[in-house]
């Protein structure tokens, strides 16, 4: 729900309080409404009406600010996505030519490091926000890095193809770290 939409709905609800409280409240209550309208009664009002504009304005900031920090969140988490993209795309083109060229080598290294280099971000972002769960996911989200690094850099890279060992450890690590983004991105559209 965006900003504007919030205020929208909590406009109309308060609407609908007023009029649901005015109406039972002749009902139920024994209220006698006066002919005449002194100053207290207009500064009274007044001071009201300025009380809830500052309480509105409050709370719309408040809420918006913790969606931005969200929705930032989110999207360093599809960019990391689209990094691992990239770097399973490169490393899946080297398995399907059965050899690895110098440029290769250096292609997979650059996005291998892009994917490093998103990945720190949103560490770094989540930390800022101070959310200690993403943290945790984010460390854990390192850890399943590294094997994958590990698997595609091990071995005898870059002097001899991959086995299909290698690329099937490859494809599981890729998929576990792509879940656990899509995890974390699923977590934080529910807070």
Do not use: W
């Not at 959310?131 to 984010?138: K, L, M, Q, R, V």
Request: with cysteine; glycine share 8%; hydrophobic share 40%.
């Amino acid at each position: 729900m965006t900003p504007g939409m919030r205020s929208a709905v909590f406009a109309i609800l308060g609407l609908i309080a007023g009029l649901l409280l005015g109406y039972f409240g002749r009902q139920f209550l024994t209220v006698e409404l006066k002919k005449d309208i002194g100053l207290g009664d207009v500064l009274n009002f007044t001071i009201t009406l300025i009380f809830a504009f500052l309480l509105q304005n409050y709370l719309q900031k408040r809420f918006g600010n913790e969606r931005a920090e969200k929705d930032h969140i989110i999207d360093l988490i599809k960019e990391s996505l689209v990094a691992l993209r990239e770097t399973r795309a490169s490393f899946t083109a080297i398995v399907d030519r059965k050899r690895i060229d110098p440029a290769d080598e250096k292609s997979l290294l650059a996005y291998l490091r892009n994917l490093s280099n998103s990945l720190s971000i949103l560490q770094e972002s989540v930390h800022a926000c101070g959310d200690t769960n993403g943290e945790a996911a984010c460390i854990a989200i390192r850890q399943l890095y590294i094997g994958y690094k590990r698997i595609l850099t091990g071995g005898n890279f870059p002097s001899k193809p991959y086995s299909m060992k290698t690329f099937n450890d490859a494809e599981k690590a890729s998929g576990q770290i792509s879940l656990e983004l899509n995890k974390m991105r699923i977590q934080l559209n529910r807070k």
